[in-house]
């Protein structure tokens, strides 16, 4: 039942050989999936009372934005912090594939989950063996050491409640985050994706301690070449202990700077650029109407959704949106509905 197949698929726009940059994806069995739906299922009943807020990935209602939000607002608002802080993105080095098996029978243990769903989650990882699929057939079986298997449905969950330790090791240790209203902000989660907020630069080889010593139980390891910080105010530093500090970056798909207008600029521009070339492509297709509106919301207006949750829209970014979308709607010729009425609603339309 515990047997995969693993296909391997390359990370866009990296280079394909090196192994780093192919992402394992395990196709199962019917059996397996039925027994890991189940579980899944339970388990996500009880995240809300465990996992904390500060984690966003996999969860019910909590968004992607807030993560982003939350560095922003860190930014925008630094004239409020007293102390020199810094922002540190950590990256872990293959995080699903480097869970150790028995620690994660122990996190489910320490979080009380009781013995049979403990005795479950045992069986789907019992004997686990795998192959990989090849251009010509698949690769010898191998067992399974560690890792949790991407392409399992309870996956996702399990590992959140593996992060959830992590973040439960930083807020009890000494390290001391960026004082926002009143309350200390330490730790922001998207799945892997872990951002730190610190008080000040001593406070960067403290967590990076407290890391790595959650790292030899867990198996999840810092990659440092990879980790980059953020000072919230001016820093001539280049780096810090071997993390370089930088004043533009990309997280969660969205270019981070401090200067709010170039923000825009960097984030929607290069957008706005693309969704263009896509529409006029479009134009050259005889598309009724109803057609244009309907590519009008496919692939013009929900190419800037994401962008537009995060960042500030000003005036002059979304009156260019704005042309550029009813330019298409019609034809690039004579608008001949208003703009109020073409964006009301079926019954005031």
């Not at 872990?92 to 489910?108: I, P």
């Not at 780096?239 to 270019?255: D, H």
Request: charged content about 25%; overall charge positive; hydrophobic content about 40%.
């Amino acid at each position: 039942m515990s047997q995969g197949l693993i296909t391997l698929i390359p990370k866009p726009k990296k280079e394909v050989l090196l192994i780093d940059n192919w992402r394992p994806i395990c196709l199962l069995n019917n059996d397996y999936k039925i027994l890991a739906l189940l579980l899944a299922k339970i388990i996500k009943e009880v995240l809300d009372a465990i996992i904390d807020e500060t984690q966003s990935g996999f969860m019910r209602n909590r968004h992607i934005s807030n993560n982003v939000r939350l560095v922003l607002d860190v930014l925008d608002y630094s004239d409020l912090i007293t102390e020199d802080s810094f922002i540190l993105f950590l990256d872990f080095y293959k995080a699903f594939d480097t869970v150790e098996h028995q620690f994660l029978f122990h996190s489910l243990e320490r979080l009380g989950f009781g013995d049979f769903f403990c005795k479950a989650i045992k069986t789907l990882y019992a004997n686990g063996n795998s192959s990989i699929k090849l251009k010509y057939g698949t690769s010898p079986r191998f067992e399974l050491k560690r890792g949790i298997r991407q392409g399992c449905p309870i996956s996702p969950y399990l590992f959140l409640l593996i992060n959830q330790l992590l973040a439960n090791s930083l807020t009890n240790s000494p390290v001391q985050g960026i004082s926002r209203a009143g309350k200390d902000i330490i730790i922001s989660q998207l799945a892997d994706d872990t951002t730190l907020f610190l008080k000040d630069a001593n406070q960067i080889p403290i967590s990076i301690n407290v890391i790595q010593s959650f790292s030899k139980a867990s198996g999840l390891y810092l990659n440092i070449n990879k980790c980059e910080l953020m000072a919230v105010k001016d820093c001539v530093t280049p780096s810090y202990y071997g993390i370089p500090v930088k004043e533009e970056l990309t997280y969660l798909g969205i270019t981070i700077t401090k200067d709010q207008k170039s923000r825009g600029l960097l984030n929607f521009n290069p957008l706005i650029k693309k969704t263009q070339k896509k529409l006029n492509q479009w134009l050259q297709r005889d598309l009724s109407l109803k057609g244009r509106v309907l590519i009008t919301k496919a692939e013009g207006i929900s190419r800037l959704t994401y962008g537009a949750l995060s960042l500030y829209l000003d005036r002059k970014i979304s009156k260019e949106i704005d042309q550029m979308l009813f330019n298409f709607l019609w034809r690039n010729r004579t608008h001949y509905i208003k703009k109020t009425v073409v964006m009301n609603t079926y019954e005031n339309g």
